[in-house]
Every structure is written in C-alpha cells, then in structure tokens.
C-alpha cells in the first residue's frame, strides 16, 4: 500500500521554467491538497480539492494551478517558476474528516 | 494574521521526563485539533487529535489537551523517548471548510539520551 507518492522528489528549475509535480493516492480519497512548506514555517495551502474535476484556491495560491481529472490524481503546475518558490511541496489527502495522508515531498530549488 | 500558533521553535528535555508542546489559536470556529509530527526528509505523520467537544484525548504515551475558553491545547508526551525527536506540527480545522487544516510553524523536540 502505497499511500500517497509524489514525484519528482528533487527538482531544480531555472526562472520562467515551467513544471508539474505529480501526486498520486492509492486510498480512494476525496479530498487532496497542495501545501508548501519553507523554512521555519508551517505548512501553507495552496490549492485543494474536494473530488474529481474540482478545485480550489487556499491560502497562497498565485503562480500555480492544479488539476484533478482523475481522483486518484492531483498536479501542482508552475508555468513560470520564480525564485520565491523555492520550497518543499507536500500533497495530502484525506477522506470525510479523517486526519491528512501526507507524501514525502518535492524539494523544489528555484534559481 | 496567524491564526495557529506555535510560540516554541524548539524543546530539549532528557529522555525519560515528559515533553510540553504548546499552540495556541484564535479562530473560534475551529472543531478539530490534530498533533502530526515530522521526520527530516519525510512528510508529517499524524499523530493525535481531538474534537472540541472533548478536553482530553490519550493515547498510550502521548495525551493532547484541549482548553476552549483560553484557546490552547498541549501535547503531553510521557515518556519522552529519543525516537520522539522530531518537528511537531498543531493544525487545527473547521469541519465546515472542506477539511482545510491551518498550521502552526512546527516546534522541533530533541530528546537527550
């Protein structure tokens, strides 16, 4: 059982590059999230979604867009990347209310 | 305006003696607590939560308690165990907002052997 993987785990990107980051959930989860997390901070909400073919905007969502066409799928797109987003991205999913199932990250470096 | 909030950025205590983790938040619609703690490398584990319906939650060594009219809730740890070394992360919901939690900042524990 897989739980939540996401790909790539590394990643460095020039400014103005484009990217997508992979989430994928083995669990039949509704809901999925986006959440960044940079140094010192909390995790911060990018973008969620409650079920297949829905999205939303959280808490820090300008310069990406997400997409959920299947439910086991979730992406995080940058289409120009800047050096402020430089972080690390964890995907999560849950179902109903049940605690977050997190992946292990994608180490973003932007230059 | 940070509505979770971790005033600790670190804890060191022995191992053996209990651990204290604080968090305090000042959204009074949120119903739902959690405890997620974090590996280097990893992403957060859950660990503990609590409704707001309740004022304690145990759960072998790790108890979350839960103080509505002060807005506070801690993370007990007793006893505290090397292997207890991580990020601990409070975040806390709304069950009205599609299951978004807000984070505090992490407060990172260190047990000594």
């Known amino acids: 059982n897989a739980g939540v993987t996401q790909t790539p785990k590394f990643r460095v990107l020039k400014t103005g590059q484009s990217m997508t980051l992979l989430c994928a959930q083995d669990?039949?989860?509704?809901?999925m999230y986006w959440y960044r997390q940079d140094p010192g901070m909390g995790l911060r909400l990018i973008h969620y979604s409650v079920g297949e073919g829905t999205t939303a905007k959280g808490e820090v969502p300008d310069g990406y867009n997400v997409s959920r066409l299947k439910k086991q799928n979730f992406l995080l797109g940058l289409e120009s990347a800047a050096p402020s987003q430089t972080s690390v991205y964890f995907c999560?999913?849950?179902?109903?209310?049940?605690?977050?199932?997190f992946g292990n990250g994608t180490r973003l470096t932007v230059t | 305006d940070q509505q979770v909030k971790q005033n600790s950025p670190s804890l060191s205590v022995q191992e053996g003696r209990i651990s204290i983790l604080n968090c305090d938040y000042t959204?009074?619609?949120?119903?739902?607590f959690l405890w997620y703690k974090k590996y280097p490398a990893e992403g957060p584990t859950f660990l503990i939560s609590?409704?707001?319906?309740?004022d304690k939650n145990e759960d072998g060594r790790f108890t979350v308690f839960l103080n509505k009219s002060a807005k506070h809730l801690s993370l007990h740890i007793v006893p505290s165990q090397p292997g207890d070394s991580a990020v601990y992360f409070c975040?806390?919901?709304?069950?009205?907002?599609?299951?978004?939690?807000?984070f505090g900042d992490g407060t990172t524990l260190t047990v000594k052997p």
């Open positions: 959204n009074s619609m949120f119903d739902y």
């Open positions: 975040a806390a919901s709304d069950r009205n907002s599609a299951g978004k939690s807000t």
């Open positions: 609590i409704s707001s319906i309740k």
């Open positions: 999560a999913s849950r179902q109903g209310h049940s605690p977050l199932h």
């Open positions: 669990m039949n989860h509704e809901y």
